[in-house]
């Protein structure tokens, strides 16, 4: 269960609810994020939540199965959006549309991109500074060098910054110049970097393991929660499968199921979930109309002259048709939903 205690609370021993649950042989751990005061505990038996409920220092209670549970739409129906300040929130009910490069090249490119997402109405660039990539010999980004002229360039425009952080250690010197932190496929379950990022105030995507589970995807969540961060977004970007014929497997069904199992954003990452160029435009549709509160495109320049995925990354002319028909399609949506 789930026991969300009054604001400006604070907990003691001695206090009635932990009286309560002491008594009643319950364990539980104390969540303190930037919105909430939360009790989480195993629920025992048929122990009725009215006597937690009645207490003056709870706020409410909920009964919460999931193991996932304050990621969990079963105590939260409201979906949660990510204010990121300037008028840009995610998950409020609007497409989000974020774009740029795999892997940020020079400040030429910045701008270049920049110019780009201004022109096409988009606010959110994403790009690598700290690239993992399969070969040690590849290109592997810019580091915090590349990173400080992405931030700037944004900033001085208006544009919000999402990049992947790959180690614990570099939160802090990444800190004041990221917006989104994004934690990639292969560090989906790195526990140790997912309690630091729930330890500070800015927003988390976290991307779906390479052949990562739905309920392993809401527990890494989870991990970004009980450390006291609520600003989460959760990416479906495929997953590896037998099949040869295209990079990952966009697994679409994960978009409408996460949506239904958690009360977080969902974004759809097109460009990994095929890695083919001339289907991005379509699996990122069908993303969209599945749920997705967001896609996150690659975008170049020159696709065939990136440092890194060109193979699934599109031209800014192919990208701005793609634009226009994912608004096109969301406003679609919103009439089928009023159905």
Same mark, same amino acid.
């Given at each position: ?5 009054? $604001? ?25 994020? =930037? ?16 006597? /937690? ?52 090249? $020079?400040?030429? =490119? ?13 606010? /959110? ?11 040690? &010999?590849? @290109? ?36 004041? &110049?990221?917006? /989104? ?13 997912? %309690? *630091? ?5 800015? *927003? ?20 970004? @929660? ?40 969902? /974004? *759809? %990452? ?21 749920? *997705? ?13 990136? @440092? $890194? ?18 608004? =096109? ?11």
């Amino acid at each position: 269960m789930i026991i969300r205690l009054a $604001s400006n609370y604070t907990l003691s021993e001695d206090s009635a609810i932990a009286t309560l649950l002491n008594k009643n042989g319950i364990g539980f751990s104390e969540v303190v994020t =930037q919105y909430g005061h939360y009790l989480v505990a195993p629920l025992k038996g048929d122990m009725d939540i009215r006597l /937690i409920g009645h207490l003056t220092e709870v706020d409410d209670v909920y009964r919460v199965s999931d193991a996932y549970k304050l990621v969990s739409r079963k105590w939260k129906l409201k979906n949660t959006s990510i204010d990121l300040g300037d008028n840009i929130v995610i998950g409020d009910g609007s497409l989000s549309i974020m774009a740029g490069p795999c892997s940020i090249e $020079s400040e030429a =490119q910045i701008e270049s991109t920049v110019k780009h997402l201004l022109d096409r109405g988009i606010s /959110i660039m994403r790009g690598g500074v700290y690239k993992p990539r399969s070969s040690p &010999y590849s @290109f592997r980004g810019l580091g915090m060098e590349g990173l400080k002229l992405f931030y700037k360039h944004c900033q001085d425009n208006g544009i919000k910054v999402i990049t992947e952080v790959m180690m614990v250690e570099q939160i802090e010197e990444m800190h004041d &110049y990221v917006d /989104i932190f994004q934690v990639g496929a292969r560090n989906s379950q790195n526990f140790n970097l997912l %309690d *630091a990022l729930g330890k500070i105030d800015k *927003a988390v995507m976290i991307k779906r393991g390479i052949s990562g589970t739905i309920e392993e995807l809401l527990q890494s969540a989870e991990y970004v @929660f009980s450390n006291g961060n609520e600003k989460i977004l959760l990416c479906e970007r495929g997953i590896r499968s037998y099949e040869k014929a295209y990079r990952n497997t966009m697994d679409v069904n994960a978009i409408a199921v996460l949506k239904d199992r958690s009360h977080l954003p969902v /974004i *759809a %990452d097109p460009s990994h979930g095929v890695g083919v160029r001339k289907y991005v435009d379509k699996i990122a549709m069908a993303s969209v109309m599945a749920g *997705a509160d967001g896609v996150i495109l690659e975008v170049h320049e020159v696709p065939q002259k990136a @440092f $890194s995925d060109g193979a699934q990354t599109l031209s800014y002319g192919q990208a701005s048709v793609l634009y226009e028909k994912l608004r =096109q399609l969301d406003q679609l949506k919103s009439q089928f939903a009023t159905l």
